[in-house]
């Protein structure tokens, strides 16, 4: 299937990153016609910007109903392949773009081993850190009206029980109901992509300083 709104989204979001001088070290799209959705998906490297994160990871979720619903609804469109297939052109949704960002954390320096300490320990201190971020982070975004939720995955070695995975995870969503032309979604899009890295930045901000006071402590 071919998707040129969503394209066009595509390299909105690839130039913005461009021109603020950010490279991503995994910048992919894909497509799954069984289920008529496709995506993008960004990894962002963090080791000189995070002393605590690996990497920063945006997944932008799309269908083929939300393009062929824009498509209905912009200048210049009547082209657009998806008009011809009735069962998308009778369908009507919401255009809205799902994103979800990921904030992956460096396990060893987020759970030091501490000389003479033994059991649990570090999962124990991770669970107080995690809390204090999850905290400051639903007051960060309260206005968005977002879900965020941590992933984590537990292993074990000689000194006990600890975090072999830690995500922290927010899921945004965001209607494009408003544009009338490509150039206006294109528009729409980079504000959009604006706001969520200077909210990513925040997210990095504050859980460094969470996890400076944790660790030294």
């Known amino acids: 299937m071919h998707y040129p709104i969503f394209n066009s989204i595509v390299n909105t979001v ?3 990153l461009g021109k603020r001088g950010i490279k991503a070290t995994k910048f992919t799209t894909w497509e799954d016609n069984k289920i008529h959705a496709t995506g993008l998906e960004l990894i962002i490297g963090l ?3 995070s002393n605590f994160m690996n990497s920063l990871s945006i997944n932008f979720d799309w269908d083929s109903f939300r393009e062929t619903s824009m498509a209905k609804e912009l200048e210049g469109m009547n082209s657009h392949p998806f008009l ?3 069962t998308l052109t009778n369908s009507s949704v919401t255009p809205t773009i799902d994103v979800e960002m990921s904030w992956l954390f460096d396990i060893e ?5 501490i000389p003479g300490e033994a059991g649990n320990y570090r999962i124990e201190k991770a669970s107080r850190w995690m809390e204090s971020i999850s ?3 639903n007051e960060l975004l309260a206005k968005d009206e977002i879900i965020t939720r941590w992933h984590i995955e537990i292993d074990g070695d000689e000194h006990g029980r600890y975090l072999s995975a830690i995500n922290l995870i927010s899921y945004f969503q965001y209607e494009l109901t408003s544009p009338k032309s490509l150039n206006e979604v294109n528009q729409l899009v980079s ?3 604006q706001d969520l890295l200077l ?3 925040k997210v990095i901000y504050l859980a460094d300083e969470i996890l400076d006071d ?3 402590a």
């Open 109 to 113: 320096r987020c759970q030091p081993e």
């Open 214 to 216: 944790s660790v030294a």
């Open 84 to 86: 011809k297939i009735e």
């Open 199 to 201: 909210k990513a930045n």
């Open 47 to 49: 080791d000189e910007t």
């Open 191 to 193: 504000k959009k992509l």
């Open 135 to 137: 905290k400051k982070v």
């Open 14 to 16: 690839e130039s913005k």
